[in-house]
């Protein structure tokens, strides 16, 4: 008979505080991932970066992960080395990569210097801040899956999926605070460096945040060894083995979620790193207040990511629901692309739709990566799929800053004294159009591979 231990997972009051925690460190570096996004047209006015150094330095977020493994050698080490020294090494990469990054952009040691670097010739200072992200890139990555592999831990056959929709929902409140703060505070102190120092100051909190959760952490790997013990439970399943990466890269569903991940997020991240350039340029809104509307998106997902996330949990149809949030993409970036509606309240609109999207998608796809992986091999899962997915957050913003450059320039104006560019974005959003439509044909994919194996992404999380 089963004894009555419970562990500190059992206890709601402990869980959801354990998340909280790891969120608001989350929250923390999504500030910085999206600061830069209302600042191009700053950047060029005080720094004279163009729209292709924007996209290159935009780029380097994926550079070491993708092109040097660091994101999967990091699910390795998760899986290894587990959750506490994870995410106290991810948290310090992140303050470290934001050091560098405010340094180069706030130094005047850079100014007027080009540095051949390998096959070409690069503003010292966009390259400088460009590696200062590339770091700080590894360590959000990181924090990323090890946060998700922490929800799973606590929340495994519970609320799974409200509470990575709720975690999700505090990340995007770094986003939203990102876009809507970003340009007025560096107005403020009349210089682009304001806001990423007011990110320095935050990731250090939130290094200090994460290192309080080990506490908790601890206790509960403690509690679950007695909780084993007492009720002669004895895990049966093997350590994560090298050898597991191939056992991953051989399941269909995985890459069909992959590619979904890097489909879906490709056609939004990127849009939010153009999207006040957008406002300005077609819309005609204000600089100063065209950063509020793109941060309405991220607004939305705080509440209507966790409502999904609790719909699946409670009704399943996770596959169906990653369907939906496919083709709302497609339409929002279609009406984009139409020059004629150029109208602002089209435009609050189609932000306020993309973010239902953006909730649907998100919702249903991360919870369901426990279904078709075990969990010794989350962290190398989840890693995997950010790796897949960092081809596309490195690559996109690159090649939508060179076609703009190359193909939508359609004049030039004079901003506080400084000429800069106007540009026409229907190209970029029917680039985004069509990463939505390859994002439904992937959605179909995986409905079919769950049909066949019976994963039961189409069944609810909490089990009675």
């Known amino acids: 008979m089963e004894k009555l231990r419970k562990t500190l997972?059992?206890?709601?009051?402990?869980?959801?505080t354990a998340l909280g925690i790891v969120a608001f460190t989350m929250l923390c570096g999504y500030y910085l991932t999206d600061v830069m996004a209302p600042l191009k047209g700053m950047l060029e006015e005080q720094l004279k970066w163009g729209s292709s150094e924007y996209g290159f330095f935009t780029s380097a977020y994926g550079w070491f992960n993708v092109f040097l493994f660091f994101l999967i050698i990091g699910g390795i080490i998760l899986d290894k080395l587990g959750v506490r020294f994870t995410g106290l090494m991810a948290a310090t990469i992140m303050v470290v990569g934001t050091a560098i990054k405010y340094w180069a952009i706030s130094t005047h040691v850079?100014?007027?210097h080009t540095w051949h670097i390998l096959w070409f010739n690069m503003n010292a200072q966009v390259f400088m801040a460009a590696i200062g992200f590339a770091i700080f890139g590894v360590g959000v990555e990181v924090a990323g899956i090890t946060v998700s592999k922490i929800i799973v831990k606590w929340f495994k056959g519970k609320e799974l999926a409200l509470a990575m929709g709720l975690e999700m929902a505090t990340a995007r409140l770094g986003t939203a605070l990102a876009l809507?703060?970003?340009?007025p505070i560096a107005r403020a102190f009349d210089h682009v460096s304001a806001p990423i120092l007011v990110c320095l100051i935050m990731l250090c909190i939130g290094l200090i945040s994460f290192f309080i959760y080990t506490f908790m952490d601890k206790k509960l790997d403690a509690e679950q060894a007695a909780y084993d013990k007492a009720n002669a439970i004895v895990d049966e399943e093997e350590s994560f083995k090298i050898s597991d990466i191939w056992k991953i890269?051989?399941?269909?569903?995985?890459?069909?979620?992959?590619?979904?991940?890097v489909l879906f997020y490709s056609a939004v991240f990127p849009f939010l790193k153009y999207a006040q350039d957008l406002m300005v340029n077609k819309f005609g809104v204000a600089d100063k207040i065209a950063g509020t509307i793109p941060a309405l998106l991220p607004f939305g997902t705080i509440l209507l990511t966790p409502l999904f996330g609790n719909l699946y949990d409670r009704k399943g149809k996770g596959a169906s629901i990653m369907l939906l949030g496919a083709g709302i993409l497609i339409f929002v970036h279609a009406m984009?692309?139409?020059p004629f509606l150029n109208q602002v309240p089209v435009a609050i609109f189609l932000i306020i739709l993309l973010g239902i999207g953006f909730s649907l998608v998100p919702s249903a796809m991360w919870p369901s990566v426990p279904k078709i992986i075990p969990e010794k091999q989350l962290g190398t899962a989840y890693s995997m799929i950010f790796w897949v997915q960092n081809w596309g957050?490195?690559?996109v913003p690159a090649l939508i800053g060179w076609v703009?450059?190359?193909?939508?320039?359609?004049?030039?104006v004079i901003k506080n004294g400084v000429t800069v560019n106007t540009y026409?974005?229907?190209?970029p959003m029917l680039i985004f159009m069509s990463l939505g439509i390859l994002a439904i044909v992937f959605a179909l994919l995986l409905k079919a591979e769950d049909k066949k194996k019976g994963y039961g992404l189409e069944l609810p999380n909490i089990k009675q």
């Open 336 to 338: 984009f692309s139409i």
């Open 404 to 412: 703009l450059e190359k193909y939508c320039i359609t004049g030039q």
């Open 393 to 395: 957050l490195m690559g």
């Open 249 to 261: 890269f051989t399941n269909k569903g995985w890459w069909y979620i992959a590619i979904l991940c």
């Open 180 to 183: 809507s703060t970003s340009l």
């Open 9 to 16: 997972r059992d206890s709601k009051t402990a869980r959801w």
């Open 424 to 427: 026409n974005y229907t190209i």
């Open 110 to 112: 850079l100014d007027g």
